[in-house]
């Protein structure tokens, strides 16, 4: 089980059972979609999003610059994408809004968004990622 078994199940969403954990006052929520998929969200709709119920995320555009940008297909052995512009009203809601160095911040705001992923066959484990910038 993928799922750690100190932290109770709180509820579901879209029908997932879903575990709760808050980190100074931001709900980080995951829950096991399958035997093989687990989602971990700050979000209130990103399982209903991932189970195709709501928007989904593939349908953005940051979304779909990036992956194409590393040939994301329809398999992969696993990938990782970040809203980076994201990040900024995440770690000062986690931290305070001073926590950040102004500079960091405008960096930050810059960026779109962040993926990597990586498909495995015979020859070994291929590893791409992307990173896109706001205009």
């Known amino acids: 089980d993928i799922l750690p078994e100190f932290l109770p199940i709180v509820g579901t969403m879209d029908d997932v059972a879903v575990s709760r954990l808050e980190l100074q006052g931001v709900p980080l929520s995951y829950g096991k979609l399958d035997g093989e998929t687990l989602i971990v969200t700050i979000g209130s709709d990103a399982i209903a999003s991932f189970n195709g119920s709501s928007e989904r995320l593939v349908d953005s555009d940051p979304f ?46 810059k960026l779109d968004a962040f ?9 070994g484990t291929h590893v791409a990622g992307f990173v896109a910038v706001n205009r």
Do not use: C, H, W
């Open 64 to 109: 779909k610059r990036a992956a194409t940008e590393v040939a994301l297909g329809d398999e992969t052995t696993g990938f990782l994408y970040v809203d980076l512009d994201g990040l900024v009203p995440l770690i000062t809601g986690l931290a305070g809004p001073e926590a950040m160095p102004a500079e960091a911040r405008e960096t930050l705001q």
């Open 115 to 123: 993926i990597l992923q990586s498909n495995a066959d015979d020859s």
